[in-house]
């Protein structure tokens, strides 16, 4: 079965700080992984995946992510904090294709990102 | 491009009513998924839907929840009766299919946030 770790339940980082949320995974064969942002009475919001190729994947609103995979993990981040980023970070996995069929997306618990002024 | 719609965005029931929730997806996208994000939780998986067939409800408690998606379109999500631990918000996201059954990255609408007394 496939999960997703996130360490953190809270970072805290001042603004203009390079900022790190963090996410291990565990799945069988080559994963696929997701970072979504969830902001207070919204839904989530895809930031970036990796599938496949360069390790180090560029997403929206200058977010990136590191896939690493013989520390099978893929932390998400950003060199400058702004204080808008402050939300609810969730890292996701799924199973690699192997024909059609469901490849439930498997969620972490979530990371509170607060930027301070 | 509209996103994922959802209605209503709040709702208060007392245990043992019943409630529906409805989501359309975006134009196009083939999949459609229902998900239950209990609060300081991540979201998980209720029931996943390509076209008008179900592909996974392996997680979905079939005694008191149903989910239709009639015209491949539209989706509802029905609870009957309801209990105080389906207090959660339920979250709707869609996805295209690529070639060969294969499902793109999912798209999740604000969500429904359910409180039951």
């Known amino acids: 079965a496939q999960s997703v770790a996130q360490p953190e339940d809270q970072v805290n980082v001042a603004e203009g700080n390079p900022l790190t949320v963090k996410c291990t995974y565990s799945v069988s064969g080559n994963p696929y992984l997701f970072w979504y942002v969830q902001y207070p009475n919204r839904g989530l919001q895809f930031l970036l995946k990796?599938?496949?190729?360069?390790?180090l994947v560029k997403g929206s609103y200058g977010f990136e992510a590191e896939f690493n995979k013989s520390q099978t993990s893929f932390h998400l981040k950003k060199p400058s904090a702004l204080v808008s980023d402050s939300a609810l970070y969730f890292c996701a996995v799924r199973p690699p294709y192997s024909g059609a069929g469901s490849y439930q997306l498997t969620f972490g618990k979530g990371t509170k990102l607060s930027v301070i002024p | 491009e509209a996103g994922v719609a959802q209605s209503p965005r709040y709702k208060i029931i007392e245990k043992r009513q019943s409630v529906a929730f409805w989501c359309n997806p975006i134009?196009?996208?083939?999949?459609l998924y229902w998900y239950q994000q209990i609060l300081g939780q991540g979201p998980k998986l209720l029931i996943q839907f390509q076209n008008n067939g179900v592909v996974d409800d392996s997680q979905l408690p079939k005694d008191r929840f149903s989910a239709e998606r009639l015209k491949g379109v539209d989706s509802t999500l029905k609870i009957q009766p309801a209990k105080l631990e389906d207090s959660a918000v339920y979250l709707c996201?869609?996805?295209?299919?690529?070639?060969?059954?294969?499902?793109?990255?999912?798209?999740f609408g604000p969500g429904t946030r359910l409180t039951v007394l």
């Open positions: 990796y599938i496949t190729g360069d390790n």
């Open positions: 996201a869609s996805s295209l299919v690529i070639a060969g059954g294969i499902t793109d990255t999912q798209y």
């Open positions: 134009s196009g996208h083939a999949t």
